[in-house]
């Protein structure tokens, strides 16, 4: 949408999990001058060297979360989790009478994303009646690996009272839940992401309670119009912070116009810094100052 409201080309590669071929499509892409690149990695260690050459070439990169990048785009981690946690929490306490058996769904062994589930931790565990069932990573961080796992879980722990997680790993222990025959209402299933999927079951009024949107539409949009400021010479923010957002059945609406209209929240000011912060300033002339380091606002 950014790219069609400046006039610039817009294409998207998917890469497939495939780390290799994350770096033959950044390659392709240098090759063919590209002006931007906006990059989720697959293995960042791999990918930062293809990243830093188009870097260096004078392209827009906007990385999700790890550098290299012109522009790097990582959300408050502990705040993300903690938010989720909390949320989690405060359901146990007022309505299972502080007792529950939880599953948490990790991604711990991505280093960016580890603090949202130490503070998942910290905020359940002054709760005494809480039973950490299962505290694990899913093979694969997707729907069929949140629903295989917790297959797994469920053979050695048939009564589940919360799973969090992100939606989607979260969305596959919920199917993997029903087709058990396991589901009950006041089950709290959350999730970290605000997809759509995640949505609909909320608006549905069963077990899934909670998403934590990062609002991915409005800062897809902020990247896309960053891009084409960098190509016309202009300064950009050298890194944004998605700000976390709870969704429940009670705000989805408002959201969801937010979501699908993200030019208008992008140019309201008030609106637009309710889902985006901004930080520094770079432009193709300051290129070399480009962020090399894993940043987070959270760091001290």
């Not at 990385?63 to 522009?71: C, E, K, L, M």
Request: contains cysteine.
């Amino acid at each position: 949408m950014a790219a069609k409201d400046r006039g610039l080309g817009f294409s998207v590669s998917i890469a497939n999990n495939d780390a290799r071929k994350m770096i033959e499509q950044v390659e392709g892409f240098r090759s063919a001058v590209a002006g931007g690149l906006v990059v989720a990695p697959v293995d960042p260690v791999s990918l930062a060297p293809a990243l830093r050459t188009m870097i260096w070439q004078g392209a827009y990169v906007g990385a999700v979360v790890p550098p290299p990048a012109t522009s790097l785009l990582n959300a408050p981690q502990y705040l993300t989790g903690k938010t989720l946690g909390d949320a989690a929490s405060n359901y146990i306490r007022t309505k299972l009478d502080g007792k529950a058996n939880v599953v948490l769904l990790t991604h711990d062994s991505l280093q960016f994303l580890a603090p949202r589930f130490a503070a998942m931790r910290d905020a359940l565990k002054d709760l005494p009646g809480v039973d950490v069932v299962a505290d694990i990573s899913p093979p694969t961080v997707n729907k069929e690996g949140g629903y295989r796992m917790m297959q797994t879980i469920l053979l050695a722990h048939p009564d589940i009272d919360v799973v969090l997680g992100a939606d989607t790993v979260v969305l596959g222990a919920l199917q993997a839940v029903r087709e058990a025959g396991k589901v009950r209402p006041h089950q709290f299933f959350g999730g970290i992401d605000g997809e759509a999927e995640a949505v609909d079951e909320m608006k549905k009024g069963g077990p899934y309670k909670i998403s934590i949107s990062l609002a991915s539409s409005v800062f897809g949009y902020a990247m896309g119009q960053h891009a084409a400021d960098w190509l016309d010479g202009k300064s950009i923010p050298q890194a944004m912070d998605i700000l976390p957002s709870a969704l429940t059945a009670a705000n989805i609406a408002r959201y969801e116009a937010d979501l699908e209209n993200p030019a208008a929240v992008f140019n309201d000011p008030a609106r637009r810094d309710a889902y985006l912060r901004m930080y520094g300033n770079i432009c193709y002339d300051t290129r070399d100052q480009y962020v090399s380091f894993p940043w987070s606002s959270e760091r001290k």
